[in-house]
């Protein structure tokens, strides 16, 4: 693609896009099986941050971990996407375990519909 990039760039793309095509270690805060404390939808991945990050929602940069179905409290993987939502400041990261298979932008959106709603958001690739 020529010319300027159609994203805007906001203050959550800018940190998250440091972490494309990356190791990153998470700290699963909402593993796999467990319930949102206020909105109460089942999480179907496990859902973490990037410790000793700043997000401008004020907590550290989200991320979803696209492995085992299994509860975790800490991984380690690649950063194969970021979910850039279009309606707010508060993208996530898509991580998945070192040599996994990949996984194309179907099989992301299916992997997080539980929380995310397809149109208010792209996928953002390295």
């Not at 467990?34 to 089942?42: I, K, M, N, V």
């Not at 179907?44 to 700043?54: I, K, Q, R, S």
């Not at 299994?70 to 991984?75: F, I």
């Not at 993987?77 to 309606?87: A, D, E, K, M």
């Amino acid at each position: 693609m020529t010319g300027p990039n159609p994203i805007e760039e906001s203050g959550s793309l800018k940190l998250a896009r440091q972490f494309l095509g990356r190791t990153v270690d998470l700290t699963i805060d909402r593993p796999y099986g467990s319930h949102h404390p206020t909105c109460g939808f089942r999480y179907l991945a496990n859902y973490g941050y990037v410790p000793g990050t700043l997000a401008p929602d004020g907590e550290e940069l989200d991320a979803y971990y696209l492995g085992p179905a299994d509860p975790m409290t800490s991984a380690r993987g690649t950063c194969v996407g970021i979910i850039h939502r279009l309606h707010d400041d508060d993208d996530k990261l898509i991580v998945v375990p070192d040599n996994s298979a990949a996984l194309d932008d179907a099989a992301i959106a299916a992997a997080i519909e539980f929380q995310e709603t397809a149109g208010h958001y792209i996928i953002i690739r390295p």
